[in-house]
């Protein structure tokens, strides 16, 4: 399971992620909690359902969680980044290593930290 975790944000890194301002409804997978027999799974959101912006806050037994890949691409666009996929994947690779990130989810949110403290990122066009 640890492996797996790598693929996808901890509850931590999904509260620094919304504090940020990343929106909770471009989460690609979330948390369903039942409280009553204190169980947590992961559900992989089939469709792309589309999410009103405040379905985690009417719905408190969902907590939304990304992707290292749609972390990726959120960068991407909010960034105005002029690289391919690839070459962005290619970037964060360099990125983690250089940083010492234990794994590239990692090493995305401290790009996306950075974007967001020098004002590089803009979260509204993924409302475009």
Same mark, same amino acid.
């Given at each position: 399971m640890k492996t797996l975790q790598n693929n996808f944000t901890t509850p931590e890194q999904s509260e620094k992620l919304l504090a940020m301002?990343?929106?909770?409804?471009?989460?690609?997978?979330?948390?369903?909690?039942h409280s009553e027999i204190k169980f947590?799974?992961? %559900?992989?959101?089939? %469709?792309?359902i589309e999410l009103a912006d405040d379905f985690f806050e009417?719905?408190?037994l969902y907590t939304p969680h990304w992707s290292t890949g749609r972390l990726m691409e959120i960068a991407h666009i909010c960034s105005d980044s002029t690289l391919s996929?690839?070459?962005?994947? %290619?970037e964060i690779q360099k990125f983690k290593e250089e940083h010492k990130c234990?794994?590239?989810i990692e090493a995305v949110i401290v790009c996306i930290t950075d974007a967001?403290?020098?004002g590089s990122i803009n979260f509204s066009k993924l409302e475009e």
């Open positions: 301002g990343v929106p909770a409804n471009t989460a690609d997978l979330y948390y369903e909690r947590e799974r992961l %559900n992989i959101r089939i %469709n792309k009417k719905y408190s996929y690839k070459e962005e994947a %290619n234990e794994t590239l967001v403290s020098i």
